[in-house]
């Protein structure tokens, strides 16, 4: 069973905005290396398959989210979600930082790359424990006929997060010709990263402390072993958090951030076209984004979830043929649409995934639930659709990993309980 707030106490709008707006940073940073995914691999790596190992690193970062999200899971669920959310930022900071100052592989050969895929790894067990506890204070400091809203404004401003990504990265693939973009002007996107983590950092020694923590803390009843609690009391809920964001990361991770990769390899645009169109479709997301977080209010998470596997399931072996189509706004439709989907399903997978487990084991449940679909579908699946394209021959084939995967969840989300107040 899920278990209520004690009392019905909220954060004042001062700590709600600081948490929301370090999602910009966190998905800023992380999504910056999928955008400057083909730059990288010129800079970073050697051979003919220089963009799928660029894209291998992106997965193998994933995989340490939920490693990440354990660790500072089992802190947060133990000491309090703010001091979690300061230590995971310092340490992306720090990343991102170090990433701009690399040596290239024509400096010091292969071993740049390696340097390059480690510092990812360190970013990706930062970001395992950010997202998470960013949306578990949310949830727990938003008022409770609100909570679809507020916990949506950790995917709104991630939104943010990436259409600076993608507007950066345009701007300085655009303005830059190839060989100053490939000598020195790949740093300015993560050293414009870096300083930007560093002020969300300081910020964030403001924030008060979740109200629904400080109550579990007060009365004695959080878990000292928080992982092996959510293991052996809320198994349901993990699988429940897992299927759905399955979903909400295939559609994040195919249908947005790995676009622009698509085009570029398919010939179909430049690569400064590319993310031109990308910045517009991140755009449209973050209008639709609270839209939706207030239906789920209004209707509930499971209707607005199940409509969405639907649409998830129908029209995305569509939309990838206008992609990848000659008419450039044929594509745009395409991805503007591609973009919504997946935004209005992690605005609603925020809330309806944190809502599965109780306050004193929210962190430890959404890393073994959230965080790992996170990894696999998210991390894993554009280096998987960047074979299946390249191998098939099939420009449809990420269109079909979506649908295939929407159909896969859908029953679990049909059953879904109402988590909405």
Known sequence: MISRPLAPRSLDRRSLALAALSTVVEWYDFTLYLYLATVLSRVFFLGEDAVLTALLGFAMAYLMRPVGAMVFGHFGDRHGRRATLLASMALMTAAMLVTALLPTAAQIGPMAGVLLLALRCVMGFAVGGEYTGVVAYLLEGAPRHRRGLVTSLAAATSEIGGLLAAGVSALTVSLL??????????RIPFLFGAALAGVILLARAAMAESPEFEERREAGTL?????????????????????????GSITYY?????????????????????????????????????????????????????????????????????LAGASAGAALTGAVVLAMLAGGVSAVGAVATAEQMPAEGRLSGLALGATTATALFGGLTPWLAQVLTERTAAPTAPGVMIALVALGVLPVLWRLPETRP
Do not use: M, N
């Open 223 to 247: 878990e000292k072993r928080p992982l092996g609690h959510a293991l052996s009391r809320h198994r349901a809920g993990i699988a429940r958090g897992f299927a759905i964001s399955a979903l």
């Open 177 to 186: 010709p190839t060989p100053a973009l490939d000598g020195w002007g790949w």
């Open 254 to 322: 195919v249908g947005i951030t790995y676009v622009p990769v698509y085009l570029t390899s398919a010939g179909s645009l430049t690569e400064a076209e590319a993310l031109q169109l990308a910045t517009i479709a991140a755009a449209a997301v973050i209008v639709v984004t609270p839209f939706v977080g207030l239906a789920s209010d209004r209707f509930g998470r499971r209707p607005v979830l199940v409509a969405l596997a639907i649409l998830c399931a129908a029209l995305p072996f569509t939309l990838f043929s206008l």
